[in-house]
């Protein structure tokens, strides 16, 4: 007996007609009917006989579900585990980034990665991606600059460069692209080298030149950035996704190509594989972000 004789046979039995086991197994009667005479057939014995409209089991019948007991229950225990996988797999994918990666680039693209009409659902949260990601909180984090975790299993989907943003009327406006020379003794608006990836590459760039710089204002995010130079002024260093995003008339920006371009990283739990939808958004994004870098 094959697996789809053996739960045929199991359905007769608990049910007692070939009415219901087709209803039950997406039959018709008839096909219910051939399949039992086939199945009798192949064993070599009656299974049932008729006794009005049921189907009554002979004593090999009854001896024969009890030996294959152990089959029906662990059927039953796989449609059960079936039904919590369906629920667990279309739960919303939740991402978490940071400001920039959301505005800069999530945001636009999502509808290439099927999200058009929001016939899929997806949690965002803001903030700390790697703890996120640790906690169980979130399925996938992505974060510029996030250094190397051997409990994540993490990918390169772009290199993304610098730009310093200034306002419009600050005197290196007028160069196409500073060099760090020209920031050193300008108050900048970044991030903590101590606390942040990025603040540590910008940091490690001025080292690499032989050059310290003042940084006036430590904030967390690009967007920030942007906010402290518009209402005090100096200038601040920012990523091209945030440049891209950027809408503030007052501010312009410039590329820093003596600053190595900043990695950003996607990254999940190793040896956690995650959910088909987690799995189809990280792969189109990821394409997208390629194609882009390019």
Not at 46 to 62: D, V, W, Y
Not at 160 to 168: I, W
Not at 193 to 222: K, T
Not at 272 to 284: F, K
Request: proline share 7%; aromatic share 6%; hydrophobic share 45%.
């Amino acid at each position: 007996m094959d697996l789809a004789e053996i739960e045929l046979f199991g359905t007769l039995m608990r049910v007692g007609t070939t009415v219901e086991t087709a209803r039950i197994l997406g039959l018709s009667q008839p096909a219910v009917s051939a399949r039992l005479k086939r199945l009798e057939s192949r064993v070599g014995f009656s299974l049932f006989h008729r006794s009005g409209n049921r189907l009554e089991p002979s004593a090999e019948a009854q001896e024969l579900y009890a030996e294959t007991g152990a089959v029906f229950a662990a059927q039953t225990e796989i449609r059960s585990r079936i039904e919590a996988l369906r629920s667990h797999a279309m739960r919303p994918v939740t991402l978490a980034a940071t400001p920039a990666v959301v505005e800069g680039y999530l945001a636009p693209h999502l509808a290439r990665a099927g999200y058009t009409g929001w016939a899929r659902s997806l949690r965002i949260w803001i903030g700390e991606p790697e703890n996120d990601v640790r906690s169980g909180r979130a399925d996938i984090g992505m974060q510029m600059a996030a250094p190397p975790r051997a409990e994540f299993e993490a990918q390169t989907l772009a290199e993304v460069p610098l730009y310093a943003v200034m306002r419009a009327d600050h005197p290196l406006g007028r160069q196409a692209a500073p060099e760090l020379t020209d920031l050193r003794d300008e108050p900048l608006v970044c991030y903590d080298p101590d606390w942040s990836p990025m603040g540590g590459a910008i940091r490690r760039a001025f080292r690499a030149h032989g050059l310290d710089y003042r940084l006036a204002c430590q904030v967390p995010f690009c967007s920030t950035v942007c906010h402290m130079v518009a209402a005090c002024g100096g200038v601040g260093v920012i990523d091209r996704l945030t440049v891209d995003a950027l809408t503030d008339p007052r501010l312009i920006a410039r590329p820093l190509p003596q600053i190595p371009p900043i990695p950003l990283i996607a990254f999940h739990r190793r040896d956690e594989p995650l959910r088909v939808h987690a799995q189809e958004l990280l792969t189109a994004l990821g394409g997208q972000l390629r194609d882009r870098a390019g």
